[in-house]
Each structure stands twice: as C-alpha cells, then as structure tokens.
C-alpha cells in the first residue's frame, strides 16, 4: 500500500513538472485589459497608479488594492506552487480565510496577498 | 493597551451595523470592529435592489445600504469604529463587572478589549466542493468573484461556469455580465432551481442555460482553468455515465451554500450545534439571540444562513438584549425587540425560509 502510494505520487510529481513550464510563464495582461472601465452601476475609485514587481518583473496596479486583485489585473493566476506536489494555486475566497494565496512579499513569507494592501516597489514572489 | 467598554460588536455587515445602530440609539456606548477597512460586510458586493419592505430597504442597492446603514450609526454619536481590525480570540473571565475579553489585532499590534457584553456578528464562509483538480486557479468562490469585480472593477476572466443557482449564484452570476464577463452556463444539482425566481428569470431573458441536474465532474487546464467537464446526475445525484460535456471557461465559480463561523465563540465556551438546515455547525441561541454564555449575543448568517433582511432584524433584537442585559430591563429596548420578532417571524412565513424555521426547531430541542 505504501510503496503504491509512493509511486503514484512520484508518477504525479512528473506529469506536475511537466505543467510547470506553463505555470511559471503566464501571458501578461496588458494593462487595463482586465480593469472594468463602465459598469452600468458602480463606480470605482481607484488609488495613484504605482509600480510593482512580480517575480522580478514590473508591473502596474493602485495603490491600496489587495496584492492578489493587482496580480490578477496583469493576468498572473498562479500564486504559488505547492510544495510537495508542485500544483499551482491561486486566489481563491478573497477575504483571508483559505489561504490559497500566501505569497513572499518583500522578503516577508506566508503573506496573505489577497488582503495586504499594494505598495509601491514591493517585491511579490511565489513560495515553492 | 487595554481598553474598556460596555458593548462590543464584531463584524460590521448588515447584522453588526443593524446592532451598533439599535445600541446606538438606545444610548449605549459601544465599540464596533471588523477586520475590513470599511463597513459593510457583503452588502459593498451587491449591485442589485433588494426587495421587501420600506425600513429593511427594499428598491435600493445593496451597497448604498451599506453606506446608509454607516452613516446612521455614525449619526448615533454613540458607536467608536476599529477598522480594520481582527478579533482574533474571546474569553470569558467569570468577573461581574466586565465578564469578556476580546483579543484584537490593529495596526499589527494587540489590543485587549474589556467589555460587559459582546454581540457577535461574525458571517459566514462558503463551501468548497469536491471534484477533480478543483485547486487550479480560476476556481473561485462566488464571493472572491464579487470582491474582484464590485470592490476593486477586475474581471477574473473572460467565460465563466457557474456551480450552484442558489440567491448567491444567480446574483453573480448576473454581476458577471454586469461587468462584462460571458457566463456559459448555471449547474444546479437539484433538479430545481434553489434562488429566487424572479432573479433566475433575469439570467434567463439574457439566454443564459440553468441547467438544474447537472454537477461539475472535473476541471482541465494547463497551469490554470481552461475546461471544465459537466456531467447530468440522475434522481440520486449520482452522475450518468455517457452525459458529460466539454464547457470551454476560464473561471469556475462555486457558489454551493456557506458554513457560519463560529470560531470566536467557539474559543469562548458556547454550546455549538450541528444542524445542517442553519448551515452546519451553529452556536446555540435562543429567540434573545442569547447564546449559552451569560452577555453574549449572536446575530445574522452566523446564527445559520439566511438573509440580509432578516440578519438586520436579528442585529435589533441582538442589541436589545444586549442593552437589557447591561442596563436592566427597559421598556424601549422591548418594544425594539417585539416589533423585530414578529417581522422576523413574518419574513420566515415565506417557503424559502421553511428551512430556518425547522432548523431552529431543531435548535430548540437539540438543547434541552
């Protein structure tokens, strides 16, 4: 049972490793390609446009936004890649509760970046 | 830093607001706090007008209530804001004069709050579902969807499949074509549509499929969602072989019922219940809104799930008892809480609240 186990993660390990030439290359979104410009109800007030780094590349969001929104805003899904299993996961209740989105933020591990508010220059990396 | 109260109210959604504002009124000093930078709770979410009658709100958006509701109690003069703020423990202390301690986390420092009675307000947290690779990004919960597109105007994705044709998914579902998004099809497992039918009829005018008896059986995609295979179910809910179909999405969106939290008062000591018709794990209350513990006092989705309306109406009888409680009885905070029961028991009069009313039967006789 358990050396079945053992195999079928490891066959599970490489069909993952496999995707993860996807995962790490994500199509960036062009900016505002995301953002709602109207809405037929709602207004949106948004902070001063601030740059930040994904992965060590730049990008753009509001100051004030949760990390997650401004990441999703530039098209990255995947928040971080589980460490045994190496699976992707992303943002998922928004509101500091599952802990799908835990992010290394400037330094700082196991942030929850779907409530920490953006920042100019904060480095936002995946934890593996 | 320690300080002290007489009231304190955690979580400012519709039920907490209800309650700081009835607290307010009756004149008793309390502190409101909730771990978000404005009040409001889920009701910022909501696009849409809500209906019912002239004092809960009906014809005007859910998150222009929100905003009258702040502003009334702001008015009070009575109610201190925390935001944002976690409460992240609860502790009796078997003291006379000040029974509860509320450990709370602000500006990355704690705080403890001393207070003589505590109502909490706490909410919900939605169910997760089970099915293959359903931990890819761009599965999310309906209210992540409504955070990203009401709160912050990000679409999630371009095509979405909605799991669950609940009040909850209907709504999104909705806001998703508010905002701009294609929304390729309902699922409901039952072969009945769960939400309100005049919501579904809107959906459906826009073409847009509820297909009740059908189930999501996996999600497929490289890195993230980009399929997801759907599946018919017969009268058993078990999936039939040979009906499954190919949606080509890049969100899936569960919106499949909410659990109340009950955490903080679980840390205090409360009796809590398992009755599936209140959403699963309940604290016990009476018709009070009293829990088991002498000075605590619960309301809304996290005394089981229902509504806004009937969460504002349990934030008034909350703070009512509440004020009794403190001050002794008065004749005021009863006449508050008689009218708000028997609205309340109106309201449950309606077929899609015969749940809640079994539930809290159920309550009733589980205690004794």
Not at chain 2, 234 to 241: E, G, S
Request: a positive charge; glycine letters at 10%.
């Amino acid at each position: 049972m358990r050396k079945a186990n053992h195999i079928a993660r490891k066959h599970l390990r490489r069909t993952c490793e496999a995707r993860r030439a996807t995962v790490f290359q994500p199509r960036i979104a062009a900016f505002g390609e995301r953002r709602i410009a109207e809405h037929p109800i709602l207004k949106f007030k948004r902070g001063r446009k601030v740059k930040f780094y994904f992965e060590g590349k730049e990008m753009i969001g509001y100051e004030g936004e949760p990390i997650a929104c401004a990441l999703i805003a530039n098209g990255i899904k995947a928040f971080r890649i589980t460490r045994q299993l190496k699976r992707p996961r992303g943002f998922f209740c928004a509101v500091g509760k599952c802990s799908s989105c835990l992010m290394k933020v400037s330094g700082k591990a196991n942030v929850m970046v779907c409530v920490e508010r953006l920042k100019e220059g904060i480095r936002v990396e995946r934890m593996t | 830093m320690v300080k002290e109260y007489e009231l304190v109210i955690v979580g400012a959604g519709p039920a907490g607001l209800s309650a700081a504002l009835t607290a307010g009124n009756l004149g008793l000093p309390s502190l409101l706090i909730d771990e978000n930078p404005q009040p409001g709770g889920q009701l910022r979410k909501q696009t849409h007008k809500f209906f019912g009658s002239k004092d809960l709100f009906c014809g005007i958006r859910g998150f222009e209530i929100a905003r009258i509701l702040t502003d009334a109690v702001k008015k009070t003069g009575r109610v201190q804001f925390l935001l944002p703020a976690d409460a992240i423990g609860l502790y009796a202390n078997n003291t006379k004069d000040c029974p509860y301690t509320l450990a709370v986390v602000y500006e990355e420092k704690l705080i403890k709050v001393k207070a003589k009675a505590i109502i909490c307000a706490l909410g919900a947290q939605e169910n997760f579902l089970l099915f293959e690779n359903n931990d890819l990004p761009g599965i999310y919960g309906a209210g992540a969807v409504q955070t990203l597109m009401n709160l912050y105007g990000i679409r999630p994705g371009r095509r979405a499949l909605m799991v669950g044709s609940g009040n909850i998914g209907l709504i999104v579902s909705y806001q998703m074509l508010q905002a701009g998004m294609e929304v390729a099809a309902i699922i409901e497992i039952m072969p009945e549509i769960g939400g309100y039918h005049c919501h579904a009829a809107k959906i459906r005018r826009l073409g847009i499929p509820i297909l009740c008896s059908h189930t999501i059986k996996r999600a497929e995609g490289r890195g993230c969602v980009e399929e997801a295979i759907i599946v018919k179910v017969d009268k058993r809910l078990k999936p039939i072989k040979g009906t499954e179909r190919k949606l080509s999405v890049d969100t899936i969106c569960l919106a499949v019922g909410l659990t109340p939290l009950t955490d903080l008062l679980a840390t205090a000591g409360c009796q809590i219940l398992y009755i599936p018709e209140l959403g699963g794990f309940v604290p016990y209350h009476d018709e009070d809104m009293a829990t088991s513990l002498p000075g605590l006092f619960i309301c809304g989705d996290g005394a089981g799930i229902e509504e806004a309306s009937t969460a504002i109406l349990e934030g008034r009888i909350a703070a009512g008892s509440a004020y009794e409680y403190i001050m002794g009885s008065s004749k005021e905070a009863e006449g508050i809480k008689e009218e708000a029961k028997e609205r309340l028991a109106e309201i449950r009069e309606s077929p899609f609240l015969q749940k809640i009313k079994e539930g809290l039967g159920k309550m009733s006789a589980l205690s004794k």
